[in-house]
């Protein structure tokens, strides 16, 4: 079969002649050890692949199944693809060695990929106005894609209480999660000031004073912002704010945490939309709002305010909560839901919405209309705007939007749009003192472990302590020197276990390098890290993780003074 290289993209391939529309500069990460697979070894690893022009690399692999892709590429244009030679004929042509070899990444090497982008932060206890329930929290992400399509935020709501921490995970390239991880933490802080802190920094703004600073971030040097586009995110952002203003006459003071998270989610997605159909004088500006809009993000977002978690989540990446029990054991709360064809609501909800002539058509091959994976997303105008509204500002925009062939698709069965939302679903969470930890990640991590798997990984990390079960050998046969190689995995393990000073780098090091008996696998581990950026996306997809650890002091004063 041939698919995409990345979930995250629509397989439609763009002409040779102009350039792909969502080739993003973006800083990240690179194969930097691509030599060290090579040969004979990969010929034995990576079975066949086929190419395409451009960035769309149509790959097939036996390890690699529909399931697994973000979207499915029409049937009509499969013609694009053409057969390369197999990694054993590409070669048994070109021999370097007269026997094969075998090239891993040290341990040094090893960690300095896994620890390029990783990011700490610790939370002071008191922050002049409130004592904080988090300690602090960790962040890494690995990329699959080149480059990477998923990004993730973190702010300290400085005119309120509390703090953000998000995760964003893109497809069809990273223009649209970029956007949205710049602009909607301070649509959500926006949505929860009262009245008057938002006539002050209006009026601030008509008389050109400094304004009042909204959030504090928290970023990794290769989290950048947009400058170009800074002028007009502000401009759309105060137009929100001014209809706030509007909206409320100050009676009353009481801000309802679940509608602001909805209304700024619902808002950024209509402000987005609204910017592509508008345009911009300033040509790079102009395509730079038609790439957001035509690209899509799911997001899943934390506010943290005292014992009070809410957490919005639109598509399916996921919040996990760590709970410890009494007899120091780990278990795991899901505190969000998968927006996809395997929550039979949003299929339900999806067929409620349009006619029932479109009731097979609409979810198709458990993707919407047989493309998209997620239900719920930002952007993905080819998913929301009218057939004539995409000619029109396709033919009057820029050549590089109008000469390529994803913006011009109309996916089938397409009658009675919108067809996607970027509604978020949100649930509330009272914090207790047995809840230790939260975990935010995008797909690539749930594609790879059991959520039981993750918190009892993170909550061994995080105290250190090891409830150790017997060895499952799930079925396998294991001799006397593989179990004995097996209990010393196990040994070496709980005296590594700090080698990563980091929760989600030490998490990914086992969603990554772990083999079937649950241990990190140094050899498995070097050989996916090794991975050229052709045939990395076939095995996995970007991960990007975010650990906040609370402070269970805190949160138990605050159910004592109840």
Known sequence: MCVCPGPRRIG???RSSSPPLFSDAMPAPTQLFLPLVRNCELSRIYGTACYCHHKHLCCSSPYLSQSCLRYTPHPAYATFCRPKESWWQYTQGRRYASTPQKFYLTPPQVNSILKANEY????????GKNVSSILGFDSNQLPANAPIEDRRSAATCLQTRGMLLGVFDGHAGCACSQAVSERLFYYIAVSLLPHETLLEIENAVESGRALLPILQWHKHPNDYFSKEASKLYFNSLRTYWQELIDLNTGESTDIDVKEALINAFKRLDNDISLEAQVGDPNSFLNYLVLRVAFSGATACVAHVDGVDLHVANTGDSRAMLGVQEEDGSWSAVTLSNDHNAQNEREVERLKLEHPKSESKSVVKQDRLLGLLMPFRAFGDVKFKWSIDLQKRVIESGPD???????????PPNYHTPPYLTAEPEVTYHRLRPQDKFLVLATDGLWETMHRHDVVKIVGEYLTGMHHQQPIAVGGYKVTLGQMHGLLTERRAKMSSVFEDQNAATHLIRHAVGNNEFGAVDHERLSKMLSLPEELARMYRDD?????????????????NQE
Do not use: C, M, R
């Open 400 to 410: 590089q939007l109008n000469d390529n062939e994803y913006t011009k698709f109309i």
């Open 543 to 559: 991960i990007t993780i975010i650990v906040v650890q609370f402070n269970s002091h805190v949160v138990g004063a605050y159910q």
């Open 12 to 14: 439609i391939p763009v």
């Open 120 to 127: 700490s932060f610790k939370v002071p206890e008191f922050d």
